[in-house]
């Protein structure tokens, strides 16, 4: 699997990279420069060189690409309702309530066991789990539940690329990385340019330099800084 020698970015890249807690720019500047076609160059404050483009598609080559980028959340709590009836509605009676209380959902998993009955699990801001199990935990009783798992020690990591789209078995490598390095993925979520997995907080430095090592992003970000 070859890995993209260019350093710049499409607006959605970075838009992703943002929204998944990387730090480079501020959200709103980038749907501003994007709404409008304004390219946007990031460069470095302690080093010279061209830095990072931020442009539109037809504006840089898209030979060999692959990850743009790995972005991070240290501020994720997962909560999981046990044992909840399996029929129609049910995301919608446990999701409403938390929605309701203005408290936003991240990633979601269902799981259907053999019994009829399923788990339901997903992510919060930390700052809003208090709140969020208070929620969960009453929903189980009304729903008769077998009751609520929740985790604090908890992040999320995502892999960003429009290679995603024409490249198939990134997945398959991000997970078996992290396999070779005995990190157990607790939940996945993909969209059309991004993989997140949660992990242990435990091992978010490993996972983070052994998928930095294993897709050649420090190689892009030293082409980025000549």
Do not use: C, W
């Amino acid at each position: 699997m070859k890995v993209r020698r260019r350093v710049d970015l499409l607006f959605e890249e970075m838009l992703e990279l943002a929204s998944l807690g990387s730090k480079v720019l501020q959200i709103r500047s980038v749907e501003f420069a994007g709404k409008y076609k304004v390219p946007l160059r990031v460069l470095s404050t302690f080093t010279e060189g061209p830095g990072t483009l931020i442009t539109l598609e037809d504006a840089i080559s898209m030979e060999d690409p692959l990850i743009s980028g790995i972005a991070f959340a240290r501020d994720e709590a997962q909560l999981t309702v046990a044992g909840v009836p399996d029929r129609p509605g049910i995301a919608a009676a446990i999701l409403g309530p938390i929605g309701e209380a203005n408290i936003e959902v991240d990633m979601i998993v269902q799981n259907v066991g053999a019994d009829g009955t399923t788990d339901f699990t997903f992510t919060v801001n930390r700052g809003e789990y208090d709140r969020a199990v208070e929620i969960a935990n009453r929903i189980a009783q009304e729903l008769n539940a077998k009751g609520v798992r929740s985790a604090l020690d908890i992040v999320k990591v995502s892999l960003v690329g429009v290679g995603m789209r024409s490249h198939a078995g990134i997945a398959a490598k991000m997970f078996k990385i992290l396999a070779e390095e005995r990190i157990n993925i607790r939940m996945i979520s993909t969209s059309e340019i991004k993989i997140s997995v949660v992990i242990e907080d435990k091992y978010l430095e490993l996972a983070v330099r052994s998928l930095h090592q294993a897709f050649e992003l420090a190689e892009l970000a030293a082409l980025a800084a000549r």
